[in-house]
């Protein structure tokens, strides 16, 4: 079920005491000095618990809560998207698949103010979960998991399960084509499969098949009553033993014999196609997966979590709270002295304790990382900064990727970086991150057993061969 937030002027005074109360709760420790809390570098209030809360910008304020008696240590960035704002996400080789980065590096590249790492990734550097980015779907994806999308205005956001669709309409005969993947390998019979230059090196169209090149006429607008949608013309329609090309357009794929073939062979060149992918929400140009919801309508949302993704470790989560602000939340942990980390539950709980009404979990374990104007603020566990495929973003103004150039602009398919993409297997040996969430999800850890393909099974294998 989709959510939907839209701002609201105030916050009751009554739901921020009880949030108040219950992180104090959850922290085990009285509630310290009301003077402290927002006060810029605030001293401590009671002893074991310190609170202190920095203005980072005009809008976003990065909250540092330590208790030294556990020990654990939480970091809370709030964002104000009333404030001249932006909240986005990106990607390790920045606007195509797939490699790995650094969140700070990231948050560089996007001229972020702040940044946390995002969702968890699959080898060669995919987002595990359906993406897009501004305006263009990145990709489409088997496993669904949820959802955190911005509205386009900054108003609000929404959380739940993509409905991911993508549709070619033919302007002329108003013929349909359902496109069944996207960046997200070649078609299966009976499939169509897209291909952009947001896929990069790693998701390129097959040989032997039946395609179709469209070139963009138009940037990308809001469909009614949800998606994107965006005017294309076909270039091309051919079948052939090598592989059709990019070159800056999209290229729809479909096995030789097939129903699909035909319908792409019956493309005449100069045709007006206009090509719609959607989520499921109106106004939404950015999005990025995680599992599993924490947080809905204010209540706890976890029904049940076992096995070792659930147990306690370094994470990393984003909420949205009644009034609209969005928080991005990393815990510290695998440090003894320093930070514990927390239970899956007990991250739950801390999202309900700062007013979330919304949230979800992030890739966590060694990846859970926290930049401020290019420092990483947290500990990341196992001393440095693992490189991870994407990362949700703070800007300090227009999203400038959304300001987009001609639409007839041709850009050559990126080439596979030289560096290795070793980076990625820490994740997958990682029981608070992508390791742990694939067996988990392979066991029904959350409630449900979801199948999974074999390539991510084989991935549980090896998770599993390492306990």
Not at 212 to 234: H, I
């Amino acid at each position: 079920m989709t959510r939907i937030h839209r701002r609201r002027t105030h916050r009751r005074f009554g739901v921020a005491c009880t949030a108040l109360a219950a992180l104090v709760a959850l922290l085990a420790v009285r509630p310290p000095d009301a003077g402290a809390i927002g006060a810029p570098d605030a001293g401590a209030g009671p002893p074991g618990i310190q609170r202190r809360v920095t203005t980072i910008a005009p809008g976003l304020a990065l909250e540092r809560i330590v208790d030294r008696e556990v020990p654990r240590r939480i970091f809370v960035l709030t964002v104000d998207r009333s404030q001249a704002l932006t909240l986005d996400v990106t990607l390790a080789l920045g606007d195509h698949l797939a490699g790995y980065a650094p969140t700070s590096e990231m948050a560089a590249n996007a001229g972020a103010i702040a940044a946390v790492n995002g969702d968890f990734s699959r080898p060669p550097g995919h987002p595990l979960h359906p993406f897009a980015m501004d305006g263009n779907l990145v990709q489409t994806s088997v496993i669904r998991g949820f959802e955190f999308a911005p509205a386009l205005d900054e108003s609000g956001a929404f959380f739940g399960r993509p409905q991911q669709t993508v549709t070619a309409v033919v302007a002329s005969t108003g013929e349909t084509l359902a496109v069944d993947r996207w960046n997200e390998g070649p078609p299966e019979p009976g499939e169509i499969a897209g291909f952009s230059p947001e896929g990069g090196y790693a998701e390129t169209p097959p040989p032997d098949a039946c395609s179709a090149r469209l070139f963009p006429q138009t940037s990308p607008q809001p469909a009614d009553p949800t998606g994107v949608e965006r005017t294309y013309s076909v270039d091309q329609a051919t079948c052939a033993e090598t592989a059709m090309v990019v070159s800056g357009g999209v290229v729809l794929s479909a096995p030789p014999g097939t129903d699909e073939a035909i319908q792409l062979l019956a493309l005449q060149p100069g045709a007006q196609v206009r090509l719609t992918w959607s989520f499921g929400w109106p106004d939404v140009f950015d999005a990025i997966g995680g599992v599993p919801i924490l947080v809905a309508d204010g209540q706890m949302a976890l029904e049940g979590c076992y096995g070792s993704v659930c147990y306690q470790h370094p994470r990393t989560g984003v909420g949205i709270t009644a009034d609209g602000k969005v928080l991005l939340v990393v815990v510290d942990g695998r440090q003894p002295r320093y930070s514990e980390g927390l239970t899956m539950r007990r991250f739950a709980r801390l999202f309900l304790h700062l007013g979330a009404t919304f949230a979800m979990n992030l890739d966590g374990g060694g990846s859970s990382t926290m930049v401020v104007n290019g420092t990483v603020v947290n500990r990341p566990s196992s001393g440095v900064e693992r490189s991870v495929s994407s990362a949700i973003v703070v800007l300090p103004g227009p999203d400038p990727g959304e300001v987009l150039p001609s639409p007839y602009a041709s850009a050559p398919t990126p080439t596979a970086p030289t560096g290795p993409v070793e980076p990625g297997r820490a994740a997958i040996f990682d029981p608070g991150s992508t390791g742990g969430l694939l067996n988990a999800l392979a066991r029904g850890s959350f409630g449900r057993r979801a199948p999974l393909p074999e390539a991510l099974m084989d991935l549980v294998r090896l998770f599993r061969a390492r306990r």
